[in-house]
């Protein structure tokens, strides 16, 4: 039996290990359970981010949170203005952000299309989210980013444990210093998730049931 357990375990480490194949731990927050893994990026010179924790709430809270397009400047790192153009559907939407950069860089903004998923046997929540140029012009004042992909993921687990992964590849253009784009890609996902955890235990996400998704913990 012992035998047995060390197998499955030894077995679920080297699974672990395939997932986050070609990923480098950049930063580790026990308190928080938080962790941040980067990785080259093909065709890039900046790398690609991947942020994980584990936390205590509801799909529910953690959707809300996401949708709420007003809050994104008080948690979302160095966001500055992030409004939707066009709620396509309950499950799609385009959104306008704007992001803070320090002096002299200028700051950055973008046109994001995202799409909303839940598999129906795990209950996990995907959301997809890439660049879309073509339907908002850009800004003088601004630095357009043309080249973003990436996802939210919502991962239920037992006694009301949710595992959350961010993860982006981004090109923010304009010619970014070196120290800020190593930065950018270790910061943003950690800070960000830190206070995504501070948020969601709040109201109204506390209380908000969504009615677009199946929230595996309330049963509804």
């Known amino acids: 039996m012992c035998l047995t357990v060390r197998l499955l375990v030894m077995m679920s480490l080297m699974m672990a290990q395939v997932c986050l194949a070609g990923w480098e731990l950049a930063k580790e927050d026990d308190k928080r359970q938080i962790r941040v893994f980067t990785r080259e990026a093909e065709q890039s010179d900046l790398r690609e981010f991947r942020g994980e924790m584990r936390l205590q709430t509801t799909l529910s809270a953690l959707v809300a949170l996401i949708e709420d397009n007003k809050s994104g400047p008080e948690w979302i790192h160095h966001c500055r ?69 990436g996802f939210w993921e919502f991962r239920p687990e037992d006694d009301g444990w949710v595992t959350v992964i961010y993860q982006v590849h981004a090109d923010p253009a304009g010619g970014i210093p070196a120290w800020l784009a190593n930065s950018m890609v270790v910061d943003s996902p950690y800070y960000t998730l830190k206070n995504m955890r501070k948020m969601v235990a709040k109201e109204p996400y506390l209380s908000s049931r969504p009615s677009h998704i199946h929230d595996i913990a309330t049963g509804q």
């Open 81 to 149: 203005a992030l409004e939707v153009i066009e709620q396509i559907s309950e499950h799609e939407r385009l959104f306008y952000m704007v992001t803070e950069a320090p002096w002299p860089v200028k700051d950055r903004d973008s046109v994001v299309y995202s799409v909303l998923s839940q598999d129906e046997v795990s209950g996990t929540v995907h959301i997809d989210m890439q660049v879309r140029n073509d339907v908002f012009p850009a800004s003088d004042d601004l630095v357009r980013i043309k080249d973003m992909k």
